[in-house]
C-alpha cells in the first residue's frame, strides 16, 4: 500500500512540475525552410506555415525580414495577404511568404535571414532563421564557344593581313 501511496506522490509532483511548462509553452509557431538556394543575380521565393496552437487569438501586427546581407534584399508584399489573426486552431500557409532577391555582384556562400511575426496587443513575436545559399552564377556556354570563335577568327584574319602584306612588298 505505500509503495502505491508513493507512486501516486511522484507522479502527482511531476505532473504540477510539467503542466506550468506547458501552459506557459507559445502555441503559435512558424515554419520555413531550414535553408533556400538562390543564384547570385536571382531571386527565389520563401514558402512558410503559421500556426496558432491554442488560445488566445494571435494578431498579426507587424513583421520583419533580417538578412545578413545588404546584397540580399527581399520583397515581402506576399504576405500582406495574410490574415489578420489566426484563433485557436488556425493557420496560414503553406504559402509564399517573401521573395528573396540576390544581387549578382554577391559572393557565392552561405547567409542567414530570420523571419518574425509579431502581435503587438499581447506583446509577442515568434521568429524563424533560415540560411540562404548563394551560388555563382552558370556562365552559358554559347557565349563562351562564341568568344573563342571570334578569338580564333581574328587570328586567322591577323594572319592573313600579314601575309598578304608581305607579299606585296
Not at 506557459?24 to 515554419?31: G, H, N
Not at 548563394?134 to 563562351?144: F, I, K, R, T
Amino acid at each position: 500500500m505505500k509503495t502505491k501511496q508513493l507512486i501516486l506522490s511522484i507522479f502527482a509532483v511531476a505532473l504540477l512540475a510539467i503542466v506550468p511548462a506547458v501552459a506557459q509553452a507559445d502555441p503559435v509557431t512558424l515554419t520555413l525552410p531550414s535553408s533556400v538556394s538562390v543564384t547570385a543575380g536571382s531571386s527565389v521565393t520563401v514558402v512558410g506555415t503559421i500556426f496558432n496552437g491554442g488560445a488566445p487569438s494571435f494578431n498579426i501586427s507587424s513583421w520583419n525580414i533580417n538578412l545578413s546581407n545588404p546584397l540580399l534584399t527581399f520583397d515581402d508584399t506576399a504576405f500582406l495577404s495574410s490574415p489578420l489573426a489566426l484563433n485557436a486552431g488556425e493557420g496560414y500557409g503553406p504559402v509564399a511568404f517573401f521573395d528573396i532577391f540576390a544581387s549578382a555582384s554577391l559572393v557565392p556562400g552561405t547567409y542567414l535571414g530570420t523571419f518574425t511575426v509579431t502581435d503587438e496587443i499581447l506583446q509577442k513575436s515568434v521568429t524563424s532563421t533560415f540560411q540562404i545559399q548563394v551560388q555563382a552564377a552558370a556562365v552559358p556556354e554559347p557565349v563562351s564557344v562564341t568568344l573563342l570563335g571570334s578569338g580564333l577568327a581574328g587570328l586567322y584574319l591577323a594572319r592573313r593581313r600579314k601575309r598578304k602584306s608581305e607579299g606585296t612588298t
